[in-house]
């Protein structure tokens, strides 16, 4: 059974600090994504590597994947508070294959404060 | 407008009674996913379809029913046989390549 692990799960964090939020997965896979939630909304895609190495930044966020390791990691860099959000990483198990359904992690609720 | 729209935003439904969730894309995407979230909680595959008249169950399947007569459409029921059906469900899209999925923007079902 593929299982895809985030930590932290609830991450405080003061306004200008640098953090990691860690994704590990059971099963091989060279496609990771990452979404960002907010109170009551849906998924916004962020970040979808799809190779080893890969690393992608947008803003204040990059996200990189070592799929030697089964790892991604989405670091933040000088946090604000409008990233104040719960992230979640999801695998796909069946890349190449017949399906293309995500397995998700259980988010990292993310609080920014001054 | 492309995109994916889920319908409605909010449902409440009683007990005994079945209700259906609409999910309606024009992204002309393959493949269609239904999630449900629970509180505080990641997202747990229900149904998908890859293909038009196709679907297979995820891993929480029992107390659901899905069609897709049509490659826009892809609606979820909830019947009866689900005992705790509050939550948040939302409907995704992938293009025959999987290389993102899209989301719409939910809803939340609530039994009164």
């Known amino acids: 059974e593929l299982k895809v692990e985030q930590n932290p799960l609830f991450l405080s964090m003061q306004e200008g600090k640098n953090y990691t939020i860690y994704c590990n997965y059971s099963?091989?896979?060279?496609?990771l994504y990452w979404y960002r939630q907010d109170p009551g909304k849906s998924l916004e895609s962020l970040f979808v590597?799809?190779?080893?190495?890969a690393v992608k930044q947008e803003g204040r966020l990059m996200a990189s994947l070592d799929t030697k390791a089964r790892l991604s990691t989405l670091h933040i860099t000088a946090a604000v508070h409008d990233l104040s959000a719960t992230y979640f990483c999801?695998?796909?198990?069946?890349?190449?294959?017949?399906?293309?359904?995500?397995?998700f992690g259980k988010g990292t609720k993310l609080s920014v404060k001054p | 407008d492309g995109g994916i729209t889920q319908s409605p935003k909010y449902l409440f439904r009683k007990e005994g009674q079945n209700v259906t969730l609409s999910c309606e894309q024009n992204?002309?995407?393959?493949?269609m996913y239904w999630y449900r979230q629970d509180p505080g909680q990641g997202l747990r595959l229900i149904y998908y379809?890859?293909?038009?008249?196709?679907?297979q169950k995820g891993d929480i399947a029992e107390g659901y029913s899905v069609s897709r007569e049509k490659k826009e459409s892809f609606p979820l029921t909830v019947t009866s046989a689900q005992k705790n059906p509050t939550a948040f469900y939302l409907c995704?899209?992938?293009?025959?390549?999987?290389?993102?999925?899209?989301f719409g923007q939910g809803t939340r079902l609530t039994v009164v």
């Open positions: 999801a695998v796909d198990p069946n890349y190449g294959g017949s399906q293309g359904n995500l397995i």
């Open positions: 099963t091989t896979s060279d496609r």
């Open positions: 590597l799809l190779s080893n190495g």
């Open positions: 992204l002309n995407h393959d493949a």
């Open positions: 379809s890859q293909i038009v008249n196709d679907f």
């Open positions: 995704a899209t992938q293009d025959s390549m999987n290389t993102e999925a899209f």
